[in-house]
């Protein structure tokens, strides 16, 4: 380590930390120190470290521990001026050794290191998945959505890995799915449970990734839903052209609105506020005005995902709304492209009487990634549906209007997504 002038610091933690976190003064780092890289060389220690780890096949790092630096600034100038040096150092060095910018920042919440980091765009949002211990997974949940408020402005949050066999899996799979961030799990060797994870990531190892980083909704910013034991913690996402609602543990009310930005991806200037909403768990399918609110009840550690939809009124009589890949958690992640074209003829009958019915033909016509069981809400049985050119046979249920047709395999690489047409 000569070459990079390394000399030991020891942290020094001001009065207020200590009062919260007494075990620091104990704690090894404070104790014994740590080996600090001078400022000065800390790009070529990264360049070197992390050129040897990409040679090897690693796409990619997670920096940890990054607010020890907020404690080591004396005599170097200081928390900002050290922080700022050696982001600049790790920045440069990730560019260069990782195309993809293969970098997540960990324990990184003090704002020098927020501030500061302009290439890496992942952030930690969390505290560690316990997989051992059982109290600690509502608490994870509620954290990383109330701690995205902030730092999903700043910075993609990544909600941390977690164990896909495990008691509390799907639990934790489903928050990832409408988190916004990065979907990754650490599990031991053939210790994998395949079934839920093709609920997160298509074949091809893509994710249907929400467009925000997930956050509560509204009326949940100033409650305590992981411990006061009667409020329902709802956090919502918004993909392309539907809303994603994830709702854990307790009792409450859920509505349409809660998707704050739902009416961004209205393709009507003329909306009437309807929605189609389509739970995950019990695969109900309603359509009711976005400000009705729908009583939940959930027990501990149990969850529901809803698909919000806004509906599209074509013509009299004929109304449609997306809803996408349902057999995953986040099924509207799948649309990519949504268009609408209506025509209209009239037809006279002998009465004289104009019967604009006969005549309506609504295409809508969606480019969807992924493959799996498509699911839409349509007010009226499709006349046909297509792939690409060919018919596909299709379902329709009558009673809550829900339509599903099967895209059995992923799309060619040229063509990246399935384009798939609905004629009413």
């Known amino acids: 380590m000569e070459e990079y002038g390394s000399k030991m610091q020891y942290p020094k933690l001001c009065k207020g930390v200590l009062e919260n976190e007494p075990g620091w003064k104990t704690d090894?780092?404070?104790?014994?120190?740590?080996?600090?890289?001078?400022?000065?060389?800390?790009?070529?220690?990264?360049?070197?470290?992390?050129?040897?780890?990409?040679?090897?096949?690693?796409?990619?790092?997670?920096?940890?521990?990054?607010?020890?630096?907020e404690t080591l600034g004396a005599g170097l100038g200081g928390r900002v001026e050290l922080t700022t040096q050696y982001?600049?150092?790790?920045?440069?060095?990730?560019?260069?050794?990782?195309?993809?910018?293969?970098?997540?920042?960990?324990?990184?919440?003090?704002?020098?290191?927020?501030?500061?980091?302009?290439?890496?765009?992942?952030?930690?949002?969390?505290?560690?998945?316990?997989?051992?211990?059982?109290?600690?997974?509502?608490?994870?949940?509620?954290?990383?959505?109330?701690?995205?408020?902030?730092?999903?402005?700043?910075m993609l949050t990544d909600w941390d890995m977690f164990h896909s066999l495990h008691p509390t899996a799907e639990y934790h799979g489903s928050a990832r799915a409408i988190s916004g961030g990065p979907v990754y799990v650490s599990d031991a060797p053939r210790q994998h449970n395949f079934d839920l994870l093709k609920k997160l990531v298509l074949p091809d190892g893509s994710i249907l990734r929400a467009r925000l980083s997930g956050r509560p909704t509204k009326d949940r910013m100033f409650s305590?839903?992981?411990?006061?034991?009667?409020?329902?913690?709802?956090?919502?996402?918004?993909?392309?052209?539907?809303?994603?609602?994830?709702?854990?543990?307790?009792?409450?009310?859920?509505?349409?609105?809660?998707?704050?930005?739902?009416?961004?991806?209205?393709?009507?200037?003329?909306?009437?506020?309807?929605?189609?909403?389509?739970?995950?768990?019990?695969?109900?399918?309603?359509?009711?005005q976005y400000h009705v609110a729908i009583p939940v009840s959930l027990k501990v550690l149990k969850h529901e995902i809803f698909t919000i939809s806004p509906i599209k009124v074509l013509a009299p009589g004929f109304s449609f709304a997306p809803l996408g890949l349902i057999d995953m958690f986040n099924a509207g992640g799948a649309i990519e492209e949504l268009k609408y074209e209506v025509k209209a003829g009239t037809r006279v009958s002998e009465a004289g009487e104009?019967?604009?019915?006969?005549?309506?033909?609504?295409?809508?016509?969606?480019?969807?990634?992924?493959?799996?069981?498509?699911?839409?809400?349509?007010?009226?049985?499709?006349?046909?549906?297509?792939?690409?050119?060919?018919?596909?046979?299709?379902?329709?249920?009558?009673?809550?209007?829900?339509?599903?047709?099967?895209?059995?395999?992923?799309?060619?690489?040229?063509?990246?997504?399935?384009?798939?047409?609905?004629?009413?």
């Open 224 to 288: 305590d839903p992981s411990s006061d034991g009667v409020t329902l913690l709802k956090i919502w996402n918004i993909n392309k052209h539907t809303g994603a609602l994830g709702v854990y543990n307790c009792q409450g009310n859920i509505r349409g609105s809660d998707v704050y930005l739902i009416s961004e991806v209205v393709l009507d200037s003329n909306w009437n506020g309807i929605v189609a909403m389509y739970s995950y768990q019990s695969r109900n399918l309603v359509t009711l």
């Open 87 to 154: 982001h600049q150092a790790l920045d440069t060095s990730v560019a260069r050794n990782f195309p993809d910018n293969g970098c997540i920042s960990c324990m990184s919440h003090n704002p020098e290191s927020l501030y500061c980091s302009k290439q890496t765009v992942i952030v930690r949002a969390s505290d560690d998945f316990y997989p051992r211990d059982p109290v600690s997974h509502t608490i994870h949940i509620a954290a990383v959505a109330y701690n995205s408020v902030f730092l999903g402005d700043i």
């Open 28 to 69: 090894a780092i404070a104790m014994q120190g740590l080996g600090l890289v001078n400022p000065e060389n800390v790009q070529k220690f990264y360049n070197k470290l992390h050129s040897y780890l990409a040679s090897t096949g690693v796409d990619g790092v997670k920096v940890d521990a990054q607010c020890i630096l």
């Open 354 to 424: 104009e019967n604009l019915s006969t005549w309506v033909v609504a295409i809508i016509s969606m480019h969807v990634k992924g493959c799996g069981r498509f699911g839409a809400y349509s007010s009226t049985k499709p006349r046909k549906c297509t792939m690409g050119l060919s018919p596909v046979e299709f379902e329709y249920d009558s009673v809550c209007g829900l339509l599903t047709l099967n895209l059995h395999e992923m799309p060619s690489e040229d063509q990246k997504v399935h384009i798939v047409e609905i004629e009413l």
